[in-house]
């Protein structure tokens, strides 16, 4: 049943009424009476005879004889919610797009498609299409053994680095054709609607058009749920998507993928809050197919499966790390501070300027990069450098643009007549310098350079190779055509100051993503307005994600944080919290921690406990809240396991 209750979430035996017989196949959704209510199901599988002693009652309605859940995704589906603590009904929720019947009853051609080069196909289309040609997985020790593991049906898992200008989509699609060309499908999961752009031409141009479809929440009900069946009937053998499609039914799976894993956007909001990577690594198990987790940077969680010795890693030696790499310097080392020692407290030292200047100079554009989207969005008091707050939920102000009015970023309230509370001042300064006053400051220092911005409002995809400033939030960096001259790394406090187990992990991967965007030395250039001598910026300037990774998994299994031990919150009101932890049967070598302040007066505990005892925690925290639920407990209390933010 379609019935997200944790009390109710288990198969339940009902009678197929004669006239049923035919449409009502395992995978079909129907309708069932429970508990004198119609309600929405899920036929899970058929038997001559059932279990149960009582009375059964009958099917009451099969809604579409299309069979959309596949056994493999029940299976997986089951696997997911076992290991989040949630329930079957939430996870086929995610799984299993809502049904568009106009969509069903379109014409229909269930011929599998032929992974063959399409007719006409030049010469040169067909030396592209060839899986058999490593291409620039040759710049990779391992890299076309990979390829050829994958061809010939076996299942590798690998994690893999990528040099810095790669060309990650082409790598990954020519893995995907040789997954196709070993008679198997794959599942490709990335963080943005770009990146999906980016992965689809490049399938295209392997494969040929028709050979795979694109599955993202933002194609709309229609497009979405026609790109589904085309995978569940089996039409394509590959399905490429963001997080919508992790759970694709793809026929005799061979490979499943993730590109940029770090990403928080592969996180699912909605109950019970499975990452994509998570689930993909789950389908390679049970399905016995290979699996690829890429990116410029490396998760610890990815560093575990080397760890453990469940992946293999791909990356590139040292010498051709070297040819790629540009080159990459702080400003807040010793020398540098030496020439420069106003580049303590700059927001643009000496070094970073010119290095923008120069790749001006050389006609040549310039990617900046900032973490704060919109103008100033933070002030303080100019005169005591108090936080500027709203005084009606005390929420901080924000300057929408050089002659705008401070306004809440909180309630959206404008504080016209702003008076400091501390020493009664009226006059704001800086505190948080957003991307678009930055645009504004460089267009001031480089007159007539054009000054392109590209983040929330608008994000660019390309630029051409011509001198300009780009000025980006981090995940919204346009690729410019042959490379950038110049990076600038700005406000790296922002990110490395975050209150947050991942901090140093996030500010690296944005770093490198952007840095990967930069022309090789000499002629590519990268400053990062950091001291050197921390941790992100060595693994940086080194491009060792594969060192930082190692020593963060080192320091979280010392300190006892994920992914070195499993863990789960419990969020809610604090008697709920305490209601549910009181009635949950933990394992024995269970530490239960906090409470913490969560948002909206909740509060949040932790339960922590080793890995191995990972599935007795999500039972024991499941059981709990079936309980609760079954005696209908007013508040509501959210889990979650080994959530991406723990405090």
Do not use: N
Not at 288 to 315: C, I, K, Y
Not at 459 to 467: D, I, M, R
Not at 598 to 616: C, T
């Amino acid at each position: 049943m379609d019935v997200p209750l944790a009390h109710l979430d288990r198969p339940f035996d009902y009678l197929v009424p004669a006239e049923l017989d035919d449409v009502a196949v395992p995978g079909t959704r129907v309708k069932v009476r429970f508990a004198g209510q119609l309600v929405d199901g899920w036929l899970l599988s058929r038997a001559d005879d059932s279990g149960h002693t009582g009375r059964l009652a009958y099917l009451e309605k099969v809604v579409s004889p299309e069979p959309v859940l596949a056994p493999e995704i029940a299976r997986l589906a089951r696997a997911v919610a076992d290991r989040y603590a949630g329930s079957l009904a939430d996870v086929l929720r995610l799984a299993v797009p809502p049904r568009h019947a106009r969509v069903e009853k379109e014409p229909r051609d269930d011929e599998p498609a032929s992974v063959a080069p399409a007719e006409g196909a030049t010469a040169a289309e067909e030396e592209v299409a060839d899986p058999g040609d490593p291409r620039g997985w040759r710049d990779y020790p391992t890299g076309p053994a990979l390829l050829r593991a994958l061809t010939d049906g076996r299942a590798p898992r690998a994690v893999w680095s990528a040099l810095p200008g790669e060309d990650w989509a082409a790598r990954y699609a020519d893995a995907v054709a040789a997954t196709v060309a070993g008679g198997r499908g794959a599942v490709v999961v990335v963080p943005d609607a770009r990146d999906l752009d980016r992965l689809d031409a490049a399938l295209t141009a392997v494969l040929g058009p028709g050979r795979h479809v694109s599955l993202s929440a933002a194609l709309g009900p229609a497009r979405r749920y026609r790109a589904f069946l085309a995978a569940r009937r089996g039409r394509v053998p590959v399905v490429i998507g963001t997080r919508a499609a992790m759970f694709a039914p793809v026929d005799r799976l061979g490979l499943v993928a993730v590109w940029d894993d770090g990403d928080d956007l592969h996180s699912e909001p909605r109950a019970p809050y499975p990452h994509a990577r998570d689930v993909l690594l789950t389908r390679a198990q049970l399905a016995e197919a290979g699996a690829l987790v890429g990116g410029f940077a490396r998760t610890a969680e990815a560093q575990l499966l080397l760890e453990t010795g469940w992946a293999r890693e791909v990356v590139a030696d040292r010498a051709t790390v070297r040819a790629r790499v540009p080159a990459i310097a702080p400003t807040g080392d010793d020398p540098q501070l030496a020439r420069d020692p106003g580049a303590a407290t700059a927001r643009l030292p000496s070094l970073a300027w010119t290095a923008a200047r120069d790749a001006v100079r050389a006609d040549l554009p310039v990617l900046v990069q900032v973490p704060r989207r919109g103008y100033l969005p933070s002030i303080a008091c100019a005169d005591c450098r108090t936080p500027a707050r709203c005084a009606h939920c005390a929420g901080p102000l924000a300057l929408p643009s050089a002659g705008g009015t401070p306004a809440c970023r909180w309630c959206a309230r404008v504080a016209a007549a702003y008076a400091c509370p501390q020493c009664g001042g009226r006059r704001l300064r800086a505190a948080v310098t957003g991307a678009r006053r930055t645009a504004e400051e460089l267009g001031r220092a480089f007159p007539g350079v054009p000054v392109r911005t590209s983040g929330r409002e608008e994000v660019l995809t390309e630029v051409p190779g011509g001198a300009a400033l780009v000025v980006a939030t981090p995940g919204a960096e346009p690729v410019a055509e042959g490379g950038y001259g110049a990076v600038l790394l700005l406000d790296s406090w922002a990110l490395l100051t975050r209150a947050d187990l991942r901090a140093g992990e996030e500010a690296l991967r944005r770093w490198l993503a952007a840095a990967a965007l930069a022309r090789p030395a000499p002629a590519g250039r990268v400053v990062v307005v950091a001291d050197g001598a921390l941790a992100p910026v060595q693994a940086l300037l080194r491009w060792d994600a594969a060192w930082f990774a190692g020593r963060e998994l080192a320091e979280r299994r010392e300190l006892g944080f994920p992914p070195a031990v499993r863990m789960a919150s419990v969020t809610g009101p604090a008697e709920a919290v305490a209601d549910l932890l009181a009635a949950a049967r933990l394992p024995v070598d269970a530490e239960v921690l906090g409470p913490v302040p969560a948002d909206e007066g909740r509060e949040r505990m932790l339960v922590r406990v080793p890995r191995a005892r990972a599935a007795a925690l999500a039972e024991a925290l499941h059981s709990a809240a079936g309980a609760r639920a079954a005696r209908k407990a007013a508040d509501p209390v959210r889990l979650q396991v080994d959530p991406l933010s723990l405090f």
